[in-house]
């Protein structure tokens, strides 16, 4: 068998990591959501979750990809629990339905970028969203960011992700800061920053059981949690250095990319109108985005680059899960890469399709992912973890890095009790509002 890729060096992990990481969870949706439910109040619980559930689950994917070494199935195998392999499997199912409708938005955001240079949405820009979104555009931008996507991971582990998430990393970071800087001579700059950045206590206390759930899941997803996606990627380390370092640096640049996108985007909403109306749902970011550029001198070119950015950090999220599918299939089945990258891509555009039929079935994939599979699936780590792999899970926790035996057996009790705990409470009001959306029929 052919020698299994790692990454070149410790700093192309991470790289490779954090574009995984980030994505349109952090820079369309993070301030989207935060706008939806109150502002900073909804940060400061969002924060709490990254850091406290977060930061340790993602220890938890990274002991089982690094000690197994193989890909996200058969690494629990490898590890000594073959019959736990299903939950790496339910991670890659989780994959292929969210690079599904992923690369759906991935597919708007191609739109976008076109409708910038040439104008089309200045006029109307709720028309623009509705002749994009869904309909033949909108296939035919969800093939091309599926046929983007494929080509990079066909290329291969260092010569497609690391390569490319190297370039596209920087370029959203560097641009970013450049938008953030233009958002501060804005009009609505400061109230912008105000919504988004003092947390009323009150509205967290009244609205608790209606933010945690969006928070927790906006916290997995953001971080790539949950899909199987960072026990692949651990699994190609190849090396002994520090998990929690590397987790932490992660973690921590996935978080400041978000927040700047919140001073990106909430001042041009305050100068063009406020964040009213602006959470209603997928669509409705772009419709704000859109018509705020449409109104604002130079919106072209500022659009332009910002759905640059976006478009990048979405590719380098995209290769992130279609790799779960390809390195396992490609790996237990013995296919080459390329190919398998082909046919799994070809498989996910088509899961895809319903997606582009109207906004409704998007959604259906969303909540489905984001109330069901994926607590689902971080619950289900944190016990194989916490209780059944413990000693192999805090031996290699302790591998390479000097953090000692305080920090690794409070994180063993944290996954243990801490974790499950918080997880369990979002399912329960994730499969209530799912169920509900079913009997309601807000999906078909
Ligand atoms: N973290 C990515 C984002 O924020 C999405 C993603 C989720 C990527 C799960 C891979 C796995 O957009």
Redesign the pocket.
């Known amino acids: 068998m052919a020698q299994r890729e790692t990454w070149t060096s410790r700093i192309g992990f991470i790289f490779a990591a954090v574009g ?11 301030p989207f959501q935060t706008a939806a439910n109150g502002g900073a109040a909804f940060l400061v619980v969002y924060l709490a979750a990254v850091f406290l559930i977060g930061f340790p689950t993602m220890m938890v994917e990274f002991v089982i990809g690094r000690r197994g070494e193989q890909n996200p199935v058969a690494s629990f195998g490898k590890i000594g629990y073959n019959n736990w392999s299903f939950t790496g499997g339910l991670g890659l199912f ?2 292929l339905i ?2 599904s409708f ?1 690369s759906v938005v991935g597919g708007w955001v191609l739109s976008y970028i076109v409708g910038s240079a040439t104008g089309a949405y200045f006029a109307d820009a709720g028309a623009y969203f509705g002749s994009v979104a869904s309909g033949p555009t909108a296939i035919g931008g969800h093939l091309v960011f599926m046929l983007l996507t494929i080509g990079i991971v066909a290329s291969g582990v260092t010569d497609g992700i690391e390569r490319a998430t190297k370039v596209m990393i920087p370029g959203v970071l560097v641009l970013l800061v450049a938008l953030a800087g233009w958002a501060t001579t804005l009009d609505g700059a400061t109230e912008g920053y105000s919504y988004y950045l003092s947390p009323d206590f009150g509205v967290i206390a009244s609205n608790f059981g209606s933010i945690v759930p969006p928070a927790m899941g906006q916290a ?8 199987s ?1 960072m026990i692949a990627y651990s699994s190609y380390l190849g090396r002994d250095d520090s998990l929690p370092a590397d987790g932490g640096a992660i973690v921590v640049v ?1 978080t400041l990319i ?1 927040l700047l996108a919140g001073f990106v985007v909430f001042p041009i909403l305050f100068a063009t109108g406020g964040a009213e109306g602006a959470g209603g749902g997928p669509g409705t970011a772009f419709v704000a985005l859109a018509g705020a550029f449409g109104s604002l001198p130079a919106g072209g070119i500022i659009g332009f680059v910002f759905f640059a950015i976006l478009l990048f ?2 590719l380098s ?2 290769i ?2 279609l790799e ?1 599918p390809v390195s396992y299939v490609s790996e237990n089945h013995g296919y080459k890469r390329s190919t398998t990258a082909v046919a799994m891509g070809g498989l996910i555009a088509l899961i895809g399709v319903p997606a582009t039929f109207g906004t409704s079935w998007l959604g259906f994939y969303n909540d489905l992912v984001f109330k069901l599979l994926l607590p689902i699936s971080v619950l289900l780590l944190a016990v194989f973890v916490g209780w059944v792999a413990d000693r192999e899970a805090i031996d290699e926790l302790g591998r390479g890095s000097s953090v000692g035996d305080s920090f690794t057996s409070a994180w063993l009790w944290w996954v243990r009790l801490v974790v499950p705990v918080a997880v369990i409470v979002t399912l329960y009001l994730g499969v209530k509002a799912l169920s509900s959306g079913l009997a309601s029929g807000a999906y078909f």
């Open positions: 995984s990481a980030v994505g349109l969870g952090n820079i369309w949706s993070f989780s994959s969210t690079l992923y997995f997803f953001t971080l790539s949690l949950g899909f996606v996935n978000a950090a979405a999220s995209s992130s899960l779960v």
